[in-house]
């Protein structure tokens, strides 16, 4: 069974549940796209950025 969960993060299992059924998402440029279509080039620049969040920017 494949339940959907949204979590934060680069993460290699679901903090509600425990899958490691888990897929990669990201917004680039307004759309949101899966990433595992990504080269290793641009799936390692994804893991290399840092993430603000809302508190930080102000």
Not at 10 to 22: F, K, Q, R, W, Y
């Amino acid at each position: 069974m494949n339940d959907f969960h949204v979590a934060g993060g680069m993460l290699d299992e679901c903090p509600n549940c425990g899958s490691e059924n888990v897929e990669h998402l990201s917004r680039v440029t307004g759309y949101i796209q899966a990433v595992d279509g990504w080269n290793n080039g641009k799936k390692q620049e994804l893991k290399d950025r840092r993430r603000y969040g809302a508190t930080e920017m102000a």
